[in-house]
């Protein structure tokens, strides 16, 4: 609804142009914004108001904080937010934008010529600007006769703003004008009676039976018995099975009204009016919408602001009557529409192509595409769609161009026939077919490729006049002399490649026991000893030795020292053929070294290796004897 009501009574601010309109882009997000002014001409002392209304792009950060810049000698009470949201249709997909309505009261002191605002918005991280608006402030009964100026100071702003004066703007001897005749009501706010004796809400839709795809209008109108005031929308009609496309898209252009019901005098104004386009059949239900009364007067319990709801409404859809239906003709293809068609150029070359441009419009929703003719010769190609759809005087109205380019593949006078849309014509209560004529084309001679001649499905069996050369047959691969002993080469190369794998790591398995064995380790320790020995490391040399004499007779007869008593050791040495006298020098070397290593024993380290390489030989002859060598 127009907040300008919401601050003096309609039908005398009912006459107030708009202001300028400014456009403002953040780097964060595009949003419009709108500031408009109830009157561009006030005196000084009058109330006049100040509107901006921000709309953000579908994906956009949402806008809040809004601010407006007042110029000196300037006072203004506000700003009271309501919410809005707007429904586009463009190129068959519907987009929604949502904002809210800021408005400010302001009252100027003197004379002169103010610029309002800029009016701003906070988006994101920054702030979005509008234009500015300049409204000329005269001396108090300068206006034309006829104008009425407002009394007192009117900074009441019913209850939002709070403050002093007269909100009706009449003497104090008429408060509510009552006197005065009431202005004529726009049909749509009559009522009988109030189902509330201080506010109530209407949803009113029109027509309340429709064929699927006619549009139906939903209207929500608000009645306060308690004054002006300000209607803010808390609550949109769910609408689940239509299209809606709002048309009350600017508030202030609605005002509000004041009428007589049941002998009181109230005000009301229209809330919302919504286009909707039924999307299947049956009976449909649109919601109940929620409205806040804010004035005063409007006030519910702990101050807050009075809230009421419609009642739901329902709509009955049906299919238009299959009798005399025309060929063509889709479901949903419902209003008046009209059809136009340039064809360019009208002579062409066989296998050349001309543009063909129509254009569909007309009242309702759109069709999706006309239907164009189909003959042998003439490929339609897809084509490029442009449109726009805008709300027109309470009904959708819109236009959308298809331009396609048409290929012509047989030399002579080609008729293109004409192009058309069977429709459901509301008004009328009948079927109707929108038609474009294309005219002919001259199409001369020229070089057809084969792909675009024309074609018989059944060119390919037609019966051949003579022989010809039989034709070759195809050589496959397994036709090749080569082809099996590869096949067969593949697998035996690759057990070759694995069984030289395996032998290459038995080799190196084989290479490490080896070095790893106790013979090794035996030969080894006696080379380290023998470094230890000339370093004159005495307890080095020993253990050298030591592991040397261990590893040594593991490797030699098999017996390990390691664990157990002397005596235990020397009857597996015996045992194993080492005999008594080359067991004792084994057991006896063993102790020289604990003695060196462990006691400190003074011994010579070279004289230690020369026993016990003495040793290891005299174990080697035991080896071979157990293999029937001499003893």
């Excluded at 192509?353 to 003439?378: H, K, N």
């Excluded at 490029?384 to 009904?395: F, H, I, L, S, Y």
């Excluded at 819109?398 to 380019?405: I, K, P």
Aim: a positive charge; charged letters at 25%.
């Amino acid at each position: 609804m127009t907040l300008a009501a919401a601050f003096a009574r309609s039908r005398w601010l009912g006459l107030a142009a708009a202001a300028a309109t400014g456009l403002s882009s953040a780097s964060a997000s595009a949003q419009a914004l709108t500031l408009r002014a109830s009157a561009r001409r006030v005196e000084v002392g009058e109330t006049f108001q100040v509107q901006l209304s921000v709309m953000g792009d579908p994906g956009s950060a949402a806008p809040s904080a809004p601010r407006l810049s007042i110029p000196a000698r300037v006072t203004a009470e506000g700003p009271a937010v309501s919410s809005r949201q707007e429904v586009s249709i463009s190129g068959g997909r519907v987009q929604q934008r949502t904002g809210f309505v800021a408005a400010w009261a302001l009252v100027a002191s003197h004379t002169g010529k103010y610029r309002i605002g800029p009016g701003s918005v906070a988006v994101g991280s920054g702030r979005v600007q509008s234009e500015r608006v300049e409204v000329e402030v005269v001396a108090q009964g300068s206006r034309a006769p006829g104008v009425r100026r407002r009394g007192g100071t009117g900074l009441d702003l019913f209850g939002p703003f709070g403050g002093l004066g007269d909100p009706f703007g009449a003497p104090l001897g008429d408060p509510f004008g009552l006197d005065s005749p009431l202005p004529p009501v726009p049909a749509e706010l009559r009522v009988d009676r109030a189902p509330d004796p201080t506010a109530f809400l209407r949803a009113v839709v029109m027509p309340e039976r429709v064929v699927l795809g006619q549009q139906v209008t939903l209207r929500v109108l608000a009645y306060g018995s308690q004054g002006p005031f300000i209607a803010r929308s808390t609550g949109e009609p769910t609408r689940d099975d239509f299209l809606g496309v709002n048309l009350l898209d600017d508030p202030l252009a609605d005002a509000e009204h004041a009428l007589e019901i049941e002998g009181r005098r109230w005000h009301a104004t229209k809330v919302r009016e919504l286009a909707l386009v039924p999307l299947r059949t049956g009976v449909l239900r649109v919601g109940a919408a929620r409205v806040a009364f804010e004035g005063r007067g409007y006030r519910a319990s702990r101050g807050v602001a009075l809230e009421r709801s419609s009642r739901a409404v329902e709509v009955a859809v049906e299919e238009p009557p299959v009798a005399g239906r025309p060929s063509g003709y889709r479901l949903g293809d419902v209003g008046r529409f009209a059809l136009r068609a340039t064809v360019e150029p009208r002579t062409v070359r066989a296998g050349g192509a001309v543009g063909v441009t129509i254009t569909l419009e007309g009242t309702g929703q759109l069709p999706p595409a006309p239907i164009v003719p189909r003959r042998d010769g003439v490929e339609w190609l897809d084509p490029t769609v442009t449109e726009d759809a805008q709300p027109d005087g309470g009904r959708l109205r819109g236009w959308r161009t298809f331009v396609h380019a048409v290929r012509l593949t047989r030399p002579g006078r080609q008729e293109l026939g004409e192009v058309t849309l069977p429709h459901w014509d509301p008004e009328l209560g009948a079927y109707a077919v929108a038609r474009a004529a294309l005219g002919s084309i001259e199409v001369q001679p020229g070089e057809v490729s084969e792909d675009s001649a024309p074609r018989s499905p059944l060119a390919a069996l037609a019966v051949r006049g003579a022989l010809g050369a039989p034709s070759a047959a195809p050589r496959w691969l397994a036709d090749r002399r080569w082809f099996v002993p590869a096949l067969v080469a593949g697998p035996l190369a690759a057990i070759a490649i694995a069984g030289t794998l395996r032998g290459f790591a038995r080799a190196r398995r084989t290479w490490r026991d080896r070095r790893e064995s106790a013979a090794a380790r035996a030969v080894g320790a006696l080379a380290e000893a023998r470094r230890a020995a000339r370093a004159g490391d005495v307890r080095g040399a020993a253990a050298a030795i030591d592991r040397a004499l261990v590893a040594g007779v593991a490797d030699r007869v098999g017996v390990a020292l390691g664990g157990g008593t002397r005596a235990e050791a020397r009857g597996r040495l015996v045992d194993a053929g080492c005999g008594e006298e080359l067991t004792a020098r084994v057991l006896e070397l063993l102790e020289r070294c604990d003695d060196a290593r462990f006691a400190g024993s003074e011994v010579e380290p070279g004289e230690l290796v020369r026993a016990a390489a003495e040793v290891l030989s005299r174990l080697a002859a035991v080896e071979r004897a157990g293999r029937g060598g001499a003893p």
